[in-house]
């Protein structure tokens, strides 16, 4: 195929805005599933964790044909935490379909992938989605999308991009500002995709350029290298170059299997010319950011760069005396492996050795990139232990900096007055309140990402789970002191053994409690939060002593409250500097560091 006759698309947008629905309805639009198939909702969102969250987590591509024309759709996340995905995803494409939600308007998460796509020169298909939702402002949020590009500094030639409405949920949009029809279709999309994003340059015949952007990996065929042809032919059963490093020798070798995205999946091809998207087997050495080059003149292309990371925390091995009891890998050595297998395929994750070969450092974009990552390792049946998230400090000109974040908060009216009461001893700085149509207010701060640790749980107790928290890195300031962590201390249990009702109706009268009875607990083992600043040490395992003397009050049935549901984000957001989470692929505990109160107050005396 000429590369006039093909597209290379990413959709980036905010979390929610709907840019994996819109995949589908481009997929049904042309044809690629039969009218008798029901595909299930979301198809791009293959990983089990994208479809529990309701996020997209990988980038992922699928292709569609409209007309002569050959469309390669990159479906992206929204999260800040997944912003490598984002840039990797960019790195693909020569254009992006902007989505924008008609009520909500550019979110942070807006402006974040936009300025990476104005950033690399691509234009943009703006599409404004939701427009039948019954708070829809399509034509203010059009004027603020132009503002959003006034601020980005965007040229002239940027400015200049086409508009469409949409409601991707029925598949259906028409051009410019308005609501389409029930007897529309995505057509408008489509045919602004080809009159928009200009074909893929690069010559066919010159010498082979091709980088690696993502790695994938096959039970047959190993590690897998994929990428987009920058330059050149790339033809299978040729010898190619993998450079790696401009000091290291070139990797030379036949290229065995190629491949190309056809539709949802991949199909064998003879070759990929400039601008086709590739997948290559056989180079189990591919690392991200690698380029395919000619065998006989390797020249390499720049290597892909990503933000930093800003939060760093330590995985090692589980030492508490359930260890090994849930998990099938519990060795140092298969932890570290399964981490260095992430960092080959995750640009934006970085792992540190530490002074104990037992520990080492992960540093990633944000809590949730690293929750995502723990889950993961878990339900592959990896048990470990965590600490606390913290932010990493940056010397400029000679003084300690640390991270910031710029957050937006979507809650209900009656609850601005208590989340800006949360935020203010955070050392958060209000920037903006922008009060909906439909009794919501959004809510616009910036501060400290240290700041940020546990506040989302925090702000969806304050506004019973109404509240919607987005993200995103915001740059360095001089570090801001001491910050409020929570308020209580930990129960902490003194003894193994099994938790009873009768010991926990008496403690739940001083605190709060994260476990329920018959729980098996061990010494160490942190049991809920105390009303108290203090820890508290207390005994779970606790009967009721048996005597012949019958009373009503004493006879009284236990009725003990439902524990504080600690999953794991709540656990790492909650945990202090002394305290560790014990993850296992059936269970989530809170532990001290050092388990018993003897190892914590000669501790504590030096």
């Known amino acids: ?28 639009a042309a044809g690629v599933f039969a009218s008798h198939e029901k595909p299930v909702d ?68 807006t402006r974040y992938v936009l300025s990476k796509a104005l950033e690399r020169e691509l234009p943009v298909v703006v599409v404004v989605n939701k427009v039948d939702k019954p708070d829809a402002r399509a034509a203010e949020v059009v004027d603020e999308i132009y503002e959003l590009f006034f601020d980005l500094d965007a040229g002239e030639h940027q400015i ?6 949409a409601i991707a949920r029925d598949g259906i949009a028409v051009e410019g500002i308005g609501v389409p029809g029930s007897d529309d279709s995505l057509a408008p999309v489509l045919d602004a995709i080809l009159d928009t994003i200009p ?22 065929l190993g590690r897998l290298g994929i990428g987009r042809v920058i330059a050149g032919t790339m033809t299978a059963g040729t010898r190619v170059a993998l450079v790696q ?17 056809s539709q949802l999946g991949r199909e064998d091809v003879d070759e990929r010319i400039a601008g086709d998207l590739f997948v290559v087997a056989g180079f189990p050495e591919v690392q991200i950011g690698d380029t395919f080059a000619d065998a006989d003149e390797p020249v390499a292309l720049p290597r892909l760069e990503v933000d930093e990371p800003v939060l760093r925390m330590t995985f090692g091995v589980n030492t508490s005396p359930l260890a090994g009891t849930e998990g099938t890998y519990v060795t140092s050595r298969q932890i570290r492996d399964r981490l260095e297998r992430e960092v080959l395929g995750n640009v934006s994750i970085r792992i540190t050795e530490t002074s104990s ?29 965590v600490s606390r998230p913290e932010v990493i400090v940056k010397e400029i000109d000679g003084t300690a900096h640390e991270p910031t974040e710029y957050v937006s908060v979507d809650i209900p009216d009656e609850y601005v007055g208590a989340v800006t009461q949360a935020v203010a001893p955070r050392k958060g700085r209000i920037e903006e309140l922008v009060p909906g149509e439909t009794g ?33 890195h915001a740059g360095w300031i001089p570090w801001v002191g001491e910050l409020p962590h929570r308020h209580g201390g930990a129960m902490v249990a003194d003894r193994r053994g099994t938790s009873t009702g009768f010991a926990l109706d008496n403690l739940q009268k001083r605190g709060e409690l994260f476990i329920g009875p018959g729980v098996e607990s061990y010494e160490g083992m942190i049991i809920g939060e105390a009303s108290r600043p203090e820890t508290m040490v207390v005994n779970v395992t606790k009967g009721k002593q048996l005597t012949n003397i019958r009373t009503h009050s004493t006879d009284e049935a236990i009725k003990l409250k439902p524990p504080r549901d600690m999953g794991l984000e709540a656990a790492i957001e909650w945990i202090a500097d002394d305290e560790l989470v014990e993850v296992t692929p059936e269970s989530i505990r809170i532990r001290k560091r050092l388990l018993t109160e003897s190892e914590r107050k000669r501790a504590k005396a030096k």
Do not use: C
């Not at 401009?246 to 995205?261: A, H, N, T």
């Open 245 to 261: 490093d401009s000091d290291d020798e070139p990797i030379k070798r036949k290229l065995g299997q190629l491949m190309g995205f």
């Open 440 to 472: 919501r207010t959004v809510v616009t701060f910036i501060a400290p990402s240290r700041g940020l640790l546990g506040l989302r749980s925090q702000l969806l107790t304050i506004t019973r789970g109404t509240a919607l928290v987005h993200q995103h």
């Open 160 to 165: 200049e991009f086409p508009i469409v409405s």
């Open 1 to 28: 195929m000429p590369p006039s006759s093909l597209r290379n698309v990413a959709l980036i947008a905010h979390v929610d805005h709907g840019k994996t629905t819109l995949v589908d309805g481009l997929l049904h």
């Open 357 to 385: 070969p037992e520990i080492i450092e992960v540093a990633g974009r944000g809590e949730l990139q690293l929750a995502v990552l723990i889950e993961s390792m878990r339900r592959e049946g990896y048990e470990m232990q």
């Open 199 to 220: 074909a893929p340059t690069g010559d066919p015949a010159a010498a082979l350029q091709a980088i690696v952007t993502n790695l994938d990996a096959s039970d047959y």
């Open 42 to 109: 979301r198809i791009m969102d293959s990983d089990d964790q994208e479809r529990e969250r309701g996020i997209t987590i990988l980038a992922k591509a699928a292709s569609i044909t409209w007309g002569d024309t050959k469309i390669n759709l990159v479906d992206t996340p929204g999260h800040a935490d997944f912003g490598g995905e984002v840039e990797r995803a960019l790195m693909l494409v020569d254009g992006v379909l902007l989505l924008v939600d008609a009520a909500e308007g550019p979110m942070p998460q």
